[in-house]
């Protein structure tokens, strides 16, 4: 192990010597705190990241910009779904291995739950300071998990098919009977956000809200994405709580379609990262938590139309500031309790 | 000491006994028929000699040494025989040289030693020319002579034959007989021959078994069984015969209508009063138009014909002997013509007639 | 017994003083100890997880106490109960469809002089190892009811604004359904057919039977039990059959067994309900053998009456090419259509903007081969845990049919009723069985390679039994005891006689397991972890990613794929070798 390290340092300092003044520039440009965690990360050389967060090609690019801008300190990415990351730390826990120092879910439930069972390492990012405040706000006060991802699920509309005195402006607007038989909307029992949607819907409008819904036969797909794919299509006309993400990618590469921001508000799904209380590498940890709090991190991601969380970064092309328009957001409680009742609900009104 | 010795043996599946308490020994160089319907066990009985049957009772010894008997039985490969099977089993996916090699390398021979003895053998049973066909390429004949050299190069101290010329054309058949004599008499392998065909057997065998339901009714060289069978299953199955039943009493066999003196026949009969069972061959007895001259004593009977058949080799007649309810059998040259109808005079030859029973 | 001892030699002699069992240890065949590891495999593989799901059904969740409000649960609400009567009714419909498919292009196959039959072969072929759900997705695109090229031609040539087809119906998921499984019937009906002498027709005809009335009131009902039996496999397949429903049925608001019981697999996991659940399509099952027992029982069909007789073709004259159209219009349904719009998705930017050159791209195929984190690993996976599957079935299934053929142990047709028993249960209840028996510890095989290609093993043994029973059945034993009384042992006389015999059908078989595996979703679905996905479950799961080029784009990966495999299998084990009826 300290072969392993010491080799690592070797290769560092090598890099670091034949990589000239640019390389240590840019070491040196990092803020103060950054580098005196760099110095330490660099001797860990490497952290895991478990993540459910991001597409696996955005989760690649971040681990590639981190290792860039810390040479040295290597990122693991582990990507897969939500559910599997944290079925796989569950069996490291009972394995009584540490393997993961970040673990970064789509699930609220799971940071409350490690939280709960003393397995998170306390931990506030100074960068942290400059996320947008309702994305602090929704972090742990007490610093175990932060948030630096996010679902933002919106209308999109067909611009062909819908020009944009008719779009729908809200929520409300999709039980309008014009629409009958032009909406399509994921399911719930497939897509967690779908689920995270439908409970605040109900929570603003009542379950009646669907039943009136049910009423203009929207089609209904799986994933949260699948509306995305019949607007391009032309299938469907207007998509029902569509991630901003995959419609923009969707309208870059010539779909004709359009985001509308609804006046009732958008929905944000707030997604929790922590380190781990065991992390094998508690600095290249901390690290990894400034990096993804700071605005580096959302330079790379916006490239991939992820949300950017802070004022000092640009949102991706095609998507207005969050900071601009009205957010609604679940509370870790709705998401806990009410996803299961929604999941139940849909089946019986819409009969899948 | 005998080659091979079967010793009571038995096979019974469930309730159904296929070979019942066989005995039988075979002296080495010997060659014996195991001959009889179909059904009557002779083919499971070779199967046990090869050990792909385990026996329920009795044992088979080689050389003295035990080689099956229930719960132990030595495993085929390690018998030390060959065998010819009815279906010949010419492996399709080896020429007719590696065929017959197969078992000569499974012996560890050197390859030129493998060779030569292929070579040979295949002279002998004439495929020399057709050794690198393949068996899909053969005749029937062609590919029973395979199964032939493929049995014998390896000189085995037993030659297990199951009915092999059974999917053979009649002519062939023929051909094929004597050339397996003829091998036997050039190798001398002791042989164990299952056919079901008494002219194979005859022609083939130095002792025959007729098998019957299982068991072994009579043992004893071709000519024998055909002229001295001594169960009414051998008289019936071997050849045609009248099967006579009749009365020993004073040195006399009375039979229904007319009596035979006991010192006529060509074997000893006791004198004791007991029924008796004869067999007289339709050939041991003449018929004639006029009465003959009755040399040696030799019964004459009237009697009239009652049915015919022409069989091209000879004809053969039904008559009925007058003052007797019996129907017997006659053969007759082609010539000697006679009406149904027609009064005729029977003369019996004694020295012919075997008791069976 | 004095006696005896005297005619055994030394060494016998000696071993009459052993206990009984250690002489018979010495007698012993190697066979027998493979037929205790067959067993043991056959349980692990077949009876355990079954076993295992019966139990689970009965447990309670944690506890493991009996109950049986898994029942309660499972069949406790109008929407489960209505998934049920939907499977049922799917599966008849789509058998329908498949039997309309199915017997008219065999019986012009079989019997008649109609032509293009090697066109007909290569629709029948090209139908069978499509993918369903890739179908399913090409069908999305050809009848969407707005989006569809059909109904987008239908509303460019007519002006009509209404849908001509629309796939997303129960009507819709039926026909797709039987697209892909009508060449089961046609395989079983058109060798029945085969076996049908023309004689049989001639002594219609000449009392005064036409060609038409001969072929239903002779010819149809004669292969009348290859037709059912096609019909239950069908069915059963269609009840089983996940990928499709997901795909289609979702947006058609259409519930069925496999997507409910997808459900019962959400977080939390309630495998017990999800046992509870799965019974009724076990007894379906069971309920169709039953039937086709009691429906065969008493007729004399062609199967008796075997192969005597001459087989002339039926001249059809100007009918021929009526004929040869049906049969070109099938394969544009179930082939040509979604192959094309397939292709031109997967070589699209954006595939709703149709053909052009301004459209093309080969970056969805440069994207999975490339850059795509998964694509690779499970075309890798896809490959080694299907050839692993194969070659672990066709082992198994070959030893298994060589000692049930040669009668090796007692008791061999338990071996073989092991071995064909996953042919009757679906591949979506024996995944969960598997889920059951081996994902959780002390086994915990979740999330590996292993489970995957235990669960393929035992799904497709039935196939490799089959075909090795039928490739042992052709080689006479006496072949075999050729060898072994000239001194081979019996393990020698199968590496030298019996392997070089049937390796060319075992190849055949292996790979017909092998594709069959390649493609299989309804057992991977549940069973497959992060890393061990496959090409299947992969293009499950891009399915609902929103990209239908890169969806179609893998796709043609996986074609490709099945297609080079084909192409081996027809230079290996000959032309017909995957639509051979064993």
Redo the contacts between chains.
Sequence with gaps: MRGMSRRGLLASAAIIGSGGPAMRAAAQDLPAHERELYEAARREGEITWYSGQQS??TS?AVGRAFGERYPGVHVNVV???S??AFQ?LSQDMRAGVAQCDVFSSTDYSHSTFLKQQGRLMPYTPRNAAGLLEFVRAAGDPDGHFHIFYIGVHLISRHTGQVPEAEAPRSWQDLLDPKWRNKLAVG?P??SGAIGAWAVLMRKLYGWDYFTKLEKNRP?????S??P??ML?????QVGVAVPSA?ALL?IS???PQSLIYPTDGTVVVPSPSCIQKNAPHPNAAKLFMEYATGPEYFRVTRRYFSESLRQDVPPPDGAKPLDSIKLILPTPQDIEAGVPEV?EQW??T??? | MPRLTLKGLSKSYGPVKVVDNVDLTLQEGEFVCLLGPSGCGKTTTLRMI???VEPTEG?I?MD???FSAP?????????????I?????I???MTVAENVA??LK??KLSSADVRDRVAQILKVVQMSHLADRYPAELSGGQQQRV?LA??IV?KPAVL?LDEPLSNLDANLREEMRFEIRRLHDEFRITTVYVTHDQSEAMATADRIAVMNAGRIEQVDAPHLIYARPRTRFVAAFIGRTNLLAGHVANGEIGLDGFALPTAQLGEAVPDSARPILLSVRPQSMALHRSRPQAHDGRPVLSAVVAQRTYLGESWDYVVHPQQSGLQLRVTAPPLQVHEVGEAVWLEIDPQQIAVVA | MTE?AA???KA?AE?ARRP?WL??L??L?PSNLLWILLVAALLFLVAVPIGKLLIVSFEQQGTGAFTLSNYATAYGRA?YL?ALANSLMLGALSSLLSVIFAVPMAWAVSRTDMPGKGFTWAIVMGAFIMPPYLGAVGWI?LA?????FLNQAWTWLTGLQAPLVNV?TFFGLALVIALHSFPLIFIFVKSALDLVSSEMEDAANILGAGTSTAMRKITLPLVWPAILGGIIVVFLETVALFGTP?II???A???VVT?QLW?FF??PVRVEVAAAYAMPLLLITVGMITVQKLLLARKGFVSQTGKGGERRPIKLGRWRWAVLGYCGFVGALAVVMPLMVLLQASFA?????GLAWSNLTFENYAYLLF????ALTSIWNTLWFSAAAATAAVCIAVLVAYIVARKLVPFGSALAFLAMAPFVIPGIVMAIGFYAAYAAPPIALYGTALIIILAFTARFLPIAFANSAAAVRAV?P??E??????????L??IA??TA??IIRSLIGGWLIVFIVASRELSAAVFLV??RTRTMAVLLYDLS?????EVLAAFGGLLLALTLILVAIGMKLAGRDFMLRRN
């Design positions: 696996a090609e690649e990507r897969s779904t559910q599997v796989r399911h029992g497939f089609q209904i797909g799986r994933s994405i699948d995305v794919t391009s299509a032309g299938e469907r995959t969707a590469r010539g779909n999941k089946r019986d819409f009969g899948i | 090869a050990g792909f044992s010894s003295g040494e035990v719960g132990a039985v030595l495993p085929p490969e390690r018998r030390r025989m060959s065998m099977f009815q279906s010949y089993a492996w399709p996916n197969f078992g499974l012996q199964a493929r049995a390896v297990l | 005896t005619i055994l030699p016998a071993e009984a002489r018979r010495r007698y065949e929407r209505e695109l969407g009811p707005n989006s569809g997303y997901a049925g979702i947006p608001r259409i519930n997507t459900q959400e977080y930017k954006a595939w709703g903007r850059r795509h984190e998964m006479h006496e072949m005891e050729a060898a072994r009384i000239l001194g081979g042992g019996r020698r006389t030298r006689i070089p015999l972890g992060p609902e990613a929103g990209n239908f």
